[in-house]
């Protein structure tokens, strides 16, 4: 099991960019799919970007061109630069890791997740 703690959230004008992070402990996540979702009050947990241990990486049709997933093998994090944020944005952002295998934008294709991290953008 990895357990994976995300941080970076708060609050910021529509327009504006902030940039999560999330560590993994535990173990190395160098052969893990890792990913990030969000899910706002009242709504069901949505798929936003993912990223393979060879680099490749998929994204939502909502946040393409503006936000961007990355990671460190050797600091064991992921990261996801959002810019250019919307307040359709806001909501709890949570990462979460899993075999290469499963399915890459339903959260049941990942068996390891954090806490979240509140992301809210004003207009």
């Known amino acids: 099991q990895v357990q994976l703690v995300e941080s970076g959230g708060g609050l910021v004008q529509a327009g504006g960019s902030l940039r999560l992070s999330c560590v993994a402990s535990?173990?190395?996540?160098?052969?893990?799919?890792l990913a990030w979702f969000r899910q706002a009050p009242g709504y069901e947990r949505e798929f936003v970007a993912a990223?393979?241990?060879?680099?490749?990486?998929h994204y939502a049709d909502s946040v393409k061109g503006r936000f961007t997933i990355s990671r460190d093998n050797d600091k064991n994090t992921v990261f996801l630069q959002m810019d250019s944020l919307k307040p359709e944005d806001t909501a709890v952002y949570l990462c979460?890791?899993?075999?290469?295998?499963?399915?890459?934008?339903?959260?049941?294709?990942?068996?390891?997740w954090g806490q979240g991290t509140q992301v809210t953008v004003s207009s």
């Open positions: 535990g173990r190395s996540i160098k052969t893990y799919r």
């Open positions: 990223i393979w241990s060879g680099l490749m990486t």
């Open positions: 979460a890791a899993g075999p290469h295998f499963t399915s890459t934008v339903n959260p049941r294709g990942y068996d390891n």
